[in-house]
């Protein structure tokens, strides 16, 4: 008799876990994955970020105490839209937004932690994005970002971004920065 009652106990107990239709694996399954053909694409554009002015396109958003003594401004916050552009004018043609944040992670030289999501508004790569995370030493002349991810035409990208300084302000803080990717996606 205590063996029937175990049994049962244990056929109420299985039932009530499996209450309501699901079992314990259905929350991933396997796919079956068709092999795509990797693609590259390079671009080339212009970043514009604007501290200055009545319509800043990156602001201050956090700081350390005493992060204005520090010729690196360790600890400033900067959250950005800055424009992309195909020249580096200001006025040339808009192909996208840099929207992120980046902020001063370096004591001794300037260095920037990026977090940019480049989104593209222009020809094939509309409603696409490529993003970058990673360090920008801003005052080497030439900088290598990680391409970490990306969406759209520009799905499960990875590659580099080669940033140059074209101009930079010291006054104002105001910089354009030339931009070469190359993005592998699918």
Known sequence: MGKLVVVFMLFFLTKAMNFGGSSADEWHKSIEVVKEEEKATELHFYFHDTVSGK????????????SDKSPTFFGVVMMADDPLTENP??????????Q????????EELGLIMALNFGFIDGVY????LSILGLNPALHPVRELPIV???????RARGTAIA???????TTGDAIVEYNVTAYHY
């Open 149 to 155: 991810g990306g969406t759209g035409v520009f799905k």
């Open 100 to 107: 992120g944040l980046y902020g001063s992670a370096g004591q």
């Open 164 to 170: 140059k300084t074209y101009r930079f302000d010291a």
């Open 89 to 98: 004018e200001p006025t040339s043609k808009l192909v996208g937004r840099a």
């Open 55 to 66: 319509q800043p396109s990156a602001v201050r958003v956090a700081q350390a105490a005493d």
């Open 126 to 129: 509309n409603g696409s994005s």
